[in-house]
């Protein structure tokens, strides 16, 4: 097989599940420099093997099984495929895509499928049980390249546990097209555009507050389990509640997170346990932050980070209509594409630099107008971070929002709301950490002079879509958040010190060692430290390719995974466009690291010995 060193055992795992044995995996093994490479120009060698791959990239089988399900039933095998969404909204807007991306294109036979209860054999509402949902988006087989790339830039698509969980539904006629079945004694329907209606992922009877969340007193003991507590087990949601999910127990497990997200829960704690010990559980206005007059409702759940990012920017064109954004710094590729291709347009400055501040004071003071500016605190790859005090002084003095996608900072080690009208953020990540389910999150600044028209905008159009038993697993994955990041800084450290002592290595790029160190530490906590994201390039390519193939640490896409990741980044996030990245100093020798858990000697040999691994250039010698 091509790319898989026979003595190298670890370089074996192509196309496993990261982390292995797990169904719902968020990456997949890539690890010879050569199979990722296969990877990007499609070679079956790769792609054959292929048992799932990040969610937005690659479609996982449990949501193209049921998508071809429905086309079998509804559509035209063959000719026809299906796009599978949580609620008819994110449908239409894929159906308005589908319009402005390739006006010329016969869409006559797009249709939407809504997929409901069935009336006669859904459990009744005082069950409190998690409803099978779906909507369909059939379409012509010739769409599908602008159908995958709503998929990827929006992250707009169904996970593949709900995947899982509909298709049994449908298998049992359980789920049903909506006009398939009489209106009477059923939820009320509708074909057409639902853009204004609520619509949640679960049916709920408990109550609500203004936003759409679920209130905090509401229904607070039933997510109790009958034997006293819920265990760690993988299982544990099929065996405890089986394929009918606990409505009250996921409506609990999402406030749950939405406090932890706002500093109002004790960290290493049970779920039940942590809610009681907040200050007022039945409150939903602790304060923290340091933000005057920021609650837990201005925290908002998405089914992955760059939905809450999609949605931050469409929000706010709602709010204050449609205006050019700016995309300050390199950023990860779906961010600068959702700028591009849902609105009218994007400012890029790729090097994040004063200079680019300069450059864009200039044109603010000529009269150019723009809606926001988004950045990353750090940046992805290069971790270069921002100048949050400027921008906040730029954006106060003429009126554009300012977007922060904290995620690789995480609020645990910086503190960028008061610099921000919005904060994104992929729970997907270290908030999770295991590698296992997907989540996003959105944060408004209640100081915003935007505050008010972003809320009415939030309780109009905003959905609860975080699918039920993707939020179980969210909570629990989160309970230990704040000490596995405090290991995973320290080891970061350490592993950058190693990279950065080895003549090989041409350059580290970490936070710590930044030359834009000076506005990490501007936002950074006193508890805070410089993350556990790093990546490196090389003086020679072969260099970079001998030492990934011999690195043994999992090798995928993703980051902020408990364990050690690494990945080829640019080559796997910019190989059509490698010139291009080159440009803003992300050179094609990059390697990417997300540092985990392990044991700090331990971790620091595994980096020595893969150096170790890269011959000898002539007149330079070893470092290690």
Do not use: C
């Given at each position: 097989m091509p790319g898989l060193p026979i003595d190298l055992p670890w370089n074996r795992t192509l196309g496993d599940t990261v982390p292995p044995n797990t169904p719902h995996a968020v990456s997949v093994s890539l690890p010879t420099w050569r199979s990722n490479v296969a990877y990007e120009e499609g070679e079956a060698w790769v792609l054959d093997k292929m048992q799932c791959g990040y969610p937005r990239f690659f479609i996982a089988k449990p949501i193209n099984h049921l998508a071809q399900a429905i086309v079998r039933q509804y559509g035209s095998p063959g000719s026809e495929k299906a796009m599978l969404f949580p609620t008819h909204s994110c449908g239409a807007r894929c159906v308005e895509f589908f319009r402005r991306q390739q006006p010329e294109a016969d869409r006559s036979n797009v249709r939407i499928l809504d997929f409901v209860p069935h009336p006669e054999k859904a459990p009744p509402t005082q069950a409190k049980r998690v409803l099978p949902r779906v909507t369909a988006v059939v379409y012509p087989e010739e769409l599908w390249p602008t159908a995958k790339v709503f998929w990827q830039h929006t992250g707009e698509g169904i996970s593949s546990r709900q995947a899982d969980f509909c298709q049994k539904a449908f298998d049992e006629g359980s789920m049903v097209e909506s006009g398939s079945v009489s209106p009477s004694g059923t939820p009320r329907l509708s074909k057409g555009p639902r853009r204004y209606q609520k619509h949640v992922s679960v049916d709920l009877d408990v109550p609500r507050s203004t936003n759409g969340h679920l209130n905090g007193h509401a229904n607070g003991n039933s997510m109790v389990a009958d034997d006293g507590g819920a265990p760690d087990s993988a299982q544990f949601v099929e065996e405890r509640y089986g394929r009918n999910l606990d409505v009250a127990f996921a409506a609990q497990a999402r406030l749950a997170i939405r406090k932890r997200i706002a500093g109002s829960l004790s960290a290493n704690e049970e779920l039940p346990l942590s809610l009681d010990k907040a200050p007022d559980a039945g409150a939903t206005n602790e304060?923290?932050?340091?933000?005057?007059?920021?609650?837990?409702?201005?925290?908002?759940?998405?089914?992955?980070?760059?939905?809450?990012?999609?949605?931050?920017?469409?929000?706010?064109?709602?709010?204050?209509?449609?205006?050019?954004?700016?995309?300050?710094?390199?950023?990860?590729v779906d961010t600068l594409k959702v700028l591009e291709k849902f609105g009218p347009g994007t400012q890029f400055y790729g090097f994040g630099s004063a200079e680019e501040l300069d450059d864009l004071e200039r044109r603010l003071k000529a009269g150019e107008k723009y809606l926001s500016l988004f950045c990353e605190f750090p940046g992805n790859p290069l971790l270069r971070t921002p100048d949050l005090k400027r921008i906040r002084a730029l954006a106060d003095r003429y009126d554009f929002a300012v977007v922060v996608d904290e995620t690789i900072g995480n609020?645990?080690?910086?503190?960028?709301?008061?610099?921000?009208?919005?904060?994104?953020?992929?729970?997907?990540?270290?908030?999770?950490?295991?590698?296992?389910?997907?989540?996003?999150?959105?944060?408004?600044?209640?100081?915003?002079?935007?505050?008010?028209?972003?809320?009415?905008?939030?309780?109009?159009?905003?959905?609860?879509?975080?699918?039920?038993?993707?939020?179980?697993?969210?909570?629990?994955?989160?309970?230990?958040?704040?000490?596995?990041?405090?290991?995973?800084?320290?080891?970061?450290?350490?592993?950058?010190?190693i990279l950065r002592s080895h003549p090989a290595v041409k350059q580290v790029n970490y936070p710590k060692y930044s030359p834009t160190k000076h506005n990490y530490d501007a936002c950074k906590l006193p508890t805070g430290g410089y993350g556990g994201l790093l990546s490196a390039t090389f003086h020679r390519m072969e260099d970079a390719q001998v030492f990934y193939d011999h690195l043994q640490t999992e090798k995928g896409p993703s980051?902020?995974?408990?364990?050690?990741?690494?990945?080829?980044?640019?080559?796997?996030?910019?190989?059509?466009?490698?010139?291009?990245?080159?440009?803003?100093?992300c050179d094609a020798t990059l390697v990417r690291f997300s540092i985990g858990l392990e044991d700090t000697k331990t971790l620091q040999r595994v980096f020595e010995s893969a150096l170790s691994a890269i011959p000898e250039v002539s007149g330079v010698k070893k470092a290690l």
């Open positions: 304060r923290s932050r340091d933000v005057p007059d920021f609650s837990v409702d201005d925290v908002y759940l998405y089914p992955m980070g760059m939905n809450a990012i999609f949605h931050a920017h469409r929000s706010l064109m709602v709010a204050r209509g449609e205006l050019p954004s700016v995309m300050f710094g390199f950023p990860y609020f645990l080690n910086v503190h960028v709301l008061p610099y921000a009208d919005v904060v994104v953020s992929s729970l997907t990540k270290v908030f999770s950490g295991d590698s296992n389910v997907m989540g996003g999150s959105t944060i408004l600044n209640p100081q915003s002079q935007y505050y008010t028209a972003m809320k009415h905008v939030f309780e109009t159009e905003y959905e609860d879509k975080h699918f039920a038993e993707d939020s179980i697993y969210l909570e629990r994955n989160s309970r230990d958040f704040i000490t596995r990041t405090r290991r995973i800084n320290h080891n970061g450290e350490a592993v950058a010190d980051l902020g995974t408990n364990f050690t990741l690494s990945s080829p980044f640019v080559i796997l996030a910019h190989y059509n466009e490698l010139e291009w990245a080159a440009k803003y100093g």
